[in-house]
């Protein structure tokens, strides 16, 4: 089979009343130079069968059946390794793929070549409404924004280098089972990627109860790591307490002792004098969002006098 341009890499798991649609989705697509990379992780409710199908019809469909449940991250990586193509682009089996979207995405690719790693618009589909997601586009104040675990790029949305990820031994981690995107997105950074969101809206990105991502308070404990591993790279001057007593202001819930309160304070000052950016990240940006958690806190212990 001739090597494809572009490798879409899906898993899916106990998704048979919707994985059809975003098949349907991504074979309908105006560019066509491609290969679907299902990764089915163990499903039980008849997923297989439905996949199965398409690739009986289509030699664009390649199947790879885990036998048992091992995770988002692992049947990421699973599928990245398993990816032929120049570009790897990223689908969830319960989002639409636009039609025009490979093609603007493959195009927009080719036209900036210093761009490793992108994005796009979406919208967001829930059951009573839609929203508009419009993204910031550029590297720097993408970059910033990673330290928020939230809000940077739409994940179904990304298409990559693959000789970037060859190059550098990247890829999804087969741990993670949550804000595997964002854990990966971190060492992408920090092997020197370029990031960015094309001005365009490619998918329709659909939110609902079952989403791994809807499942905030078990993520949430998830984050503090991510957030270390930003700020001992954005920060190499703070000491290794620092950083943690930095990155335990910014969880969600604040369930930290007074003396751990005014040393996160503490680390906050002094990262925010630090201005050198060390991998092209916005400092400006950074500071907004460290001052955030600075306030949030501030009001906390105000509260408490």
């Given at each position: 089979m001739p090597t494809p341009c572009v490798s879409i890499v899906m898993p899916v798991y106990n998704r048979a009343t919707q994985v059809a649609s975003a098949i349907d989705s991504l074979l309908a697509q105006t560019y066509r130079d491609v290969e679907l990379i299902i990764v089915d992780d163990g499903s039980t409710d008849g997923t297989v069968d439905v996949i199965t199908a398409y690739a009986a019809n289509d030699a664009r469909v390649r199947l790879l059946a885990l036998p048992a449940n091992g995770g988002q991250g692992l049947a990421r990586a699973i599928g990245t390794d398993a990816a032929r193509g120049r570009y790897i682009a990223v689908m969830d089996s319960d989002d639409i793929a636009l039609p025009h979207r490979l093609d603007t995405q493959v195009k927009w690719m080719d036209a900036h070549p210093e761009v490793t790693l992108a994005g796009a618009h979406a919208t967001k589909v829930m059951a009573d409404k839609s929203l508009a997601m419009q993204l910031p586009t550029g590297d720097g104040e993408l970059k910033a924004r990673l330290l928020l675990v939230d809000g940077v790029l739409v994940h179904p949305t990304v298409i990559m280098r693959r000789d970037f990820l060859l190059e550098h031994n990247l890829n999804y981690s087969a741990e993670r089972r949550g804000d595997d995107d964002y854990e990966f997105f971190n060492r992408m950074m920090a092997a020197g990627a370029v990031f960015a969101n094309m001005p365009e809206t490619v998918l329709e990105y659909h939110r609902h109860g079952g989403n791994i991502s809807a499942n905030t308070p078990r993520l949430e404990q998830d984050k503090t790591p991510l957030r270390r591993f930003l700020l001992g790279h954005y920060y190499p001057d703070l000491t290794g307490r620092e950083v943690m007593a930095l990155a335990r202001i910014m969880q969600r819930?604040?369930?930290l002792s007074t003396k751990q309160a005014y040393a996160g304070l503490i680390a906050a000052d002094k990262a925010m004098t630090l201005q050198h950016s060390v991998f092209g990240e916005d400092h400006q940006v950074l500071n907004a969002i460290i001052m955030?958690?600075?306030?949030?806190?501030?009001?906390?212990?105000?509260?408490?006098v």
């Open positions: 819930s604040l369930t955030q958690y600075v306030k949030r806190l501030t009001q906390a212990l105000n509260k408490q």
